[in-house]
């Protein structure tokens, strides 16, 4: 009996779960939104060809989304965004290259909704730059920290 009542229970939230988060992504032109439950993830396509454009993940299980990865054309990994203080809003992006590796990151260090750091990942280093004067471009004079790998 209790474990009937238990997996009901588990059931109901679960649907729950899943209702709001049919719910939470309104139904674009463009895009196609399903929810796996199985993987708890959000999965975004293309309308037209179907092709997976993002998935979302919900890692701190409050219901809100707070990472994704973007797929380019061929289905490879391009872009991951984190929202680190699970405040609703992405605060790291990054920029991944053909194989995963990441090329780039982009930072809203402050957590004012505005990137202000931009590293640079090379073969050899990481090169960090803060657009301080907040015109939306990282200039070599705006180099914070430079770091070997
Ligand atoms: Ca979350
Ligand atoms: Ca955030
Ligand atoms: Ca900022």
Do not use: P
């Amino acid at each position: 009996m209790l474990i009937a009542l238990t997996i009901a229970l588990v059931c109901s939230i679960a649907y729950n779960v899943y209702q709001h988060k049919v719910i939470a992504r309104s139904e674009g032109a463009l895009f196609d939104w399903s929810y796996e439950l199985e993987r708890d993830i959000q999965v975004c396509r293309l309308r037209t060809d179907g092709s997976l454009l993002s998935v979302w993940y919900d890692l701190n299980e409050d219901l809100a989304d707070d990472s994704s990865v973007y797929f380019d054309n061929k289905g490879r990994s391009a872009s991951a965004w984190v929202d680190l203080d699970y405040d609703g809003i992405m605060d790291l992006e990054y920029v991944l290259g053909m194989d995963g590796e990441i090329l780039a990151t982009y930072e809203d260090s402050d957590r004012d909704g505005r990137v202000e750091d931009y590293t640079r990942h090379t073969n050899d280093s990481l090169i960090t730059y803060r657009d301080k004067n907040q015109d939306g471009h990282f200039a070599f004079t705006e180099i914070i920290e430079r770091r070997s790998r």
